[in-house]
């Protein structure tokens, strides 16, 4: 069965999972979250998201520190507290 939680305006969703892998819906991007020994969560970034200051600012940070080439699902290096922190922040500023 898949759990979601869903924010305000549907810029992202932060999926839990207990059996399948989901699909992901249309106008999304997967992205996967998590630092050292935490156990990474999935989210689905709404591709307007990508169009946000703040978040690509977000992700050239991590682009520095990790590097561009990455194969597979994009991997945000970040707790996940603070990562959903981030993206309420910049969802009630997009409000």
Same mark, same amino acid.
């Given at each position: 069965m ?8 549907g810029? +992202?969703?932060? @999926?839990?999972? /207990? ?8 106008? +999304?991007?997967?992205?996967? @979250?998590?630092?050292?020994? /935490? /156990? ?23 682009? @520095?520190? @990790?590097? +561009? /080439? ?5 991997r945000?290096?970040?707790? !996940?507290?603070?990562? !959903? ?9 997009? !409000?």
């Open positions: 898949l759990r979601q939680l869903w924010r305000k305006r810029y +992202y969703r932060q @999926v839990r999972r /207990e059996k399948g892998e989901g699909v992901v819906p249309k106008g +999304y991007v997967p992205v996967m @979250v998590g630092r050292g020994e /935490e /156990e990474g969560a999935k989210f689905f970034i709404h591709i307007d998201m990508f169009k946000n200051d703040y978040f690509v600012s977000l992700l050239e940070m991590i682009a @520095v520190e @990790v590097g +561009y /080439e990455n194969p597979g699902i994009l945000i290096p970040c707790h !996940t507290q603070c990562f !959903t922190h981030i993206l309420n922040q910049i969802s009630r500023i997009n !409000t």
